[in-house]
């Protein structure tokens, strides 16, 4: 993960105080600072963070910065980033140019693809193999492939040229989605787990050790976290469309916690009054 990050312009505070409270050191800039950042004797940090709404007026800026510090990674942040899922974006060291792919199209996965897309990445496949799932994320703009009739690794290593994507992330917590996410990594690259595993998984560990790929963790969060993503939440910059739906208290069992696990629900919200 990021060790060190320059927020520039117009990004959101709350963003900023997400960062300092995982310990990572952050300095803010204004967009003028933007050049002397990309100077060939600027220090650099590990991540730029710039707000969208900036961007397009610094096209030329950012070339430059690109061009003279390629190892420093530029993240483009968008009106509905959910800064907790940015977090574990980062903590995969993915920016603008990165490729991704992502198992499991339940909330966490849809949670992960927009935040990921609000880092700038456009290359990113979400893996499901449960139509509803699919379609639903499919209809917010994803791409997607069905695992049950198409084999992801050779199609991620058609898409790469054999090199693999930058980073997979596994919200399914399966067997074959672990073996499929190590397959089509490229080397040196993470596998950052978020699933809950309810039982042990054969790991291909193979795969791990020759391409010196690595699984990293992420579960817990500070009340910061959660408070930053509230008050997004707030502000509706989520598009819940056809992922979010209300039952009634009375019908938890079957409309809820049967629908949830059979795959047919997503997030449900219960009303009480109901």
């Not at 709350?14 to 310990?23: A, D, N, Y």
């Not at 690109?66 to 483009?76: D, E, F, L, W, Y």
């Not at 959910?82 to 990165?98: C, F, I, K």
């Given at each position: 993960?990021?060790?060190?990050?320059?927020?520039?312009?117009?990004?959101?505070r709350?963003?900023?105080?997400?960062?300092?409270?995982?310990?990572i050191?952050?300095?803010?800039?204004?967009?003028?600072?933007?050049?002397?950042?990309?100077?060939?004797?600027?220090?650099?940090?590990?991540?730029?963070?710039?707000?969208?709404?900036?961007?397009?007026?610094?096209?030329?800026?950012?070339?430059?910065?690109?061009?003279?510090?390629?190892?420093?990674?530029?993240?483009?942040?968008a009106?509905?980033m959910?800064?907790?899922?940015?977090?574990?974006?980062?903590?995969?060291?993915?920016?603008?140019?990165?490729t991704?792919?992502?198992?499991?199209?339940?909330?966490?996965g849809i949670?992960?693809?927009?935040?990921?897309?609000g880092?700038?990445?456009?290359?990113?496949?979400?893996?499901?193999?449960?139509?509803?799932?699919?379609?639903?994320?499919?209809?917010?703009?994803?791409?997607?492939?069905?695992?049950?009739?198409?084999?992801?690794?050779?199609?991620?290593?058609?898409?790469?040229?054999?090199?693999?994507?930058?980073?997979?992330?596994?919200?399914?917590?399966?067997?074959?989605?672990v073996?499929?996410?190590?397959?089509?990594?490229?080397?040196?690259?993470?596998?950052?787990?978020?699933?809950?595993?309810?039982?042990?998984?054969?790991?291909?560990?193979?795969?791990?050790?020759?391409?010196e790929?690595?699984?990293?963790?992420?579960?817990?969060?500070?009340?910061?976290?959660?408070?930053?993503?509230?008050?997004?939440?707030?502000?509706?910059?989520?598009?819940?469309?056809?992922?979010?739906?209300?039952?009634?208290?009375g019908?938890?069992?079957e409309?809820?916690?049967?629908?949830?696990?059979?795959?047919?629900?997503?997030?449900?919200?219960?009303?009480?009054?109901?």
């Open positions: 993960m990021a060790t060190s990050i320059t927020l520039i312009g117009a990004s959101d709350q963003l900023e105080e997400l960062v300092r409270g995982q310990g050191r952050i300095k803010t800039l204004a967009v003028s600072d933007l050049l002397a950042l990309a100077q060939p004797t600027a220090a650099q940090p590990d991540v730029v963070i710039l707000d969208i709404r900036d961007s397009n007026s610094l096209p030329p800026t950012l070339s430059t910065l690109k061009r003279q510090h390629p190892s420093t990674g530029v993240v483009i942040v009106a509905r959910d800064p907790v899922l940015m977090l574990e974006a980062m903590r995969a060291g993915v920016n603008d140019q990165s991704a792919l992502i198992f499991g199209a339940g909330p966490i949670g992960l693809w927009f935040a990921l897309r880092m700038g990445l456009t290359e990113i496949d979400v893996v499901e193999p449960n139509e509803t799932r699919r379609k639903t994320i499919g209809a917010l703009g994803a791409r997607t492939l069905d695992p049950t009739s198409q084999d992801v690794s050779a199609i991620i290593a058609d898409r790469t040229n054999g090199s693999g994507v930058d980073a997979a992330f596994d919200a399914a917590g399966v067997a074959p989605a073996a499929a996410a190590l397959e089509s990594l490229g080397e040196q690259r993470p596998l950052i787990s978020v699933a809950i595993y309810d039982k042990p998984l054969p790991t291909p560990l193979f795969n791990l050790v020759v391409r790929r690595r699984i990293e963790g992420t579960f817990c969060y500070t009340s910061a976290d959660y408070e930053a993503v509230i008050k997004l939440m707030e502000r509706g910059l989520y598009d819940t469309t056809g992922w979010v739906d209300t039952i009634p208290i019908g938890v069992v409309q809820g916690f049967e629908a949830l696990r059979a795959g047919r629900k997503m997030k449900l919200l219960v009303d009480p009054s109901v």
